[in-house]
């Protein structure tokens, strides 16, 4: 019963931020104040991830290992994206904006990187999700 809801939660929340929080923040704010926004978020998004998702992996896995394994990747992808991508993406950000063509070109390839990883992310925990959902 844990396990799902914290499956859940993490779902939604991941859900809600890529397809309302973060678009509506661009589309409101000009692109300084979307930026810092955005910046202060993500640290509190991904630690909700990793204890959503990681929660429900822990709640899970003696139950059924396979959503636990979904749910696990999630929360490590949230985990690798917070504790190493995202001071890096920050820091390529910041030199990019003094003028650094090189910084400019990390922070892109950096970025899609913690897209993909999110990406990767949201469907394990979907995966998961389904799973649970099915009762398979």
């Known amino acids: 019963m844990v396990g799902t809801v914290f499956a859940g939660l993490a779902l939604g929340g991941m859900v809600m931020f890529a397809a309302v929080v973060a678009p509506q923040i661009f589309i409101k704010l000009d692109a300084a104040n979307a930026a810092k926004i955005i910046r202060a978020i993500f640290p509190i998004y991904y630690l909700y991830v990793i204890v959503a998702a ?15 394994v ?8 949230a985990l690798y994206a917070r504790q190493n991508l995202m001071p890096r993406i920050n820091g390529a950000k910041d030199q990019a904006n003094n003028g650094d063509e090189e910084a400019k070109k990390r922070f892109e390839a950096l970025h899609r990187q913690s897209v993909r990883l999110n990406a990767v992310g949201l469907i394990g925990v979907l995966y998961a999700t389904v799973m649970i959902g099915l009762g398979l």
Do not use: M
């Not at 429900?56 to 636990?68: H, L, M, N």
């Open 54 to 68: 990681g929660g429900a992996a822990v709640a899970i896995v003696t139950i059924d290992f396979r959503p636990a």
């Open 70 to 77: 979904g749910l696990g990747i999630a929360a490590l992808c």
